[in-house]
């Protein structure tokens, strides 16, 4: 075969044109890599999203049970800590229907993560730092999911990072808030500006046009290591405390 192909022949016109066989199932192998690699990406982000609503559910259960709340009290801090983020961010976004009522699987999950804690609660003090860590993983799971969202409904990228930092920190926040408790998130180790500067950076590595795949694999690693170290070393943002009384 000779190194050229016909494109096209029209009367009078004919047009030629030079390629090379042998590069193109190399495009093709690559292209079909790339096509698989984020397909794989994408799975393993809904993963984490499933371990970490389930984790979150846990999390609420436990919190209910600190306030001696019923089972029915359980149930709803489970369902409002693992799926209350994603469930704000729609209505804020305008994004209906919301991924729960088209997913009623999520909220089996959650209810049964949550009952389930119930029964093995006495055992739970031991995996603390699992939780610690699936608390981490689900954090950075949901801001990147939430950015996405709002990207791909062409918002202003100020709404895509908020859009991920409510998606991350609004069901801790409705939990803490419900259990009549300062939310966490505003007085512990540095947690949603973890979640801010995730979604900046999945911002930037998109404008740099990277890559999703690339660019949620690098998000997803910076952000649990600086979570992850955040913990172990202390790290929090200025405290502002205020005591005096106007009287």
Not at 142 to 159: E, M, Q, T
Request: hydrophobic share 55%; net charge positive; charged share 10%.
């Amino acid at each position: 075969m000779p190194p050229w192909q016909l494109l096209h022949c029209r009367p009078g016109r004919v047009g030629l044109t030079l390629v090379r066989p042998w590069a193109l199932p190399a495009v093709s192998v690559l292209s079909d890599f790339l096509h698989s690699a984020a397909s794989v990406q994408l799975d393993v982000i809904l993963v984490i999203y499933l371990i970490a609503i389930t984790a979150e559910a846990m999390s609420g259960a436990l919190a209910a049970g600190r306030r001696n709340m019923d089972i029915f009290g359980v149930v709803v801090i489970a369902f409002v800590t693992a799926l209350g983020g994603g469930t704000i961010r729609d209505m804020v976004l305008g994004n209906y229907p919301i991924g729960w009522t088209q997913h009623p699987a999520y909220v089996y999950l959650v209810v049964s993560a949550g009952l389930l804690t119930t029964v093995i609660a006495r055992y739970m003090q031991r995996m603390k730092h699992v939780f610690l860590l699936l608390d981490a993983m689900g954090l950075i799971a949901f801001s990147l999911i939430g950015s996405n969202v709002a990207i791909k409904l062409g918002y202003d990228p100020l709404v895509v990072v908020m859009a991920g930092m409510i998606t991350g920190i609004s069901g801790g926040i409705l939990r803490d808030v419900l259990c009549n408790q300062v939310p966490v998130v505003f007085r512990r180790e540095l947690y949603a500006s973890v979640s801010m500067l995730v979604c900046l950076l999945y911002l930037g590595l998109q404008a740099l046009e990277v890559s999703i795949g690339i660019s949620t694999a690098l998000c997803f690693a910076g952000g649990l290591g600086l979570r992850l170290a955040a913990i172990r070393f202390g790290w929090r943002l200025p405290v502002f405390s205020y005591q005096q009384r106007w009287e």
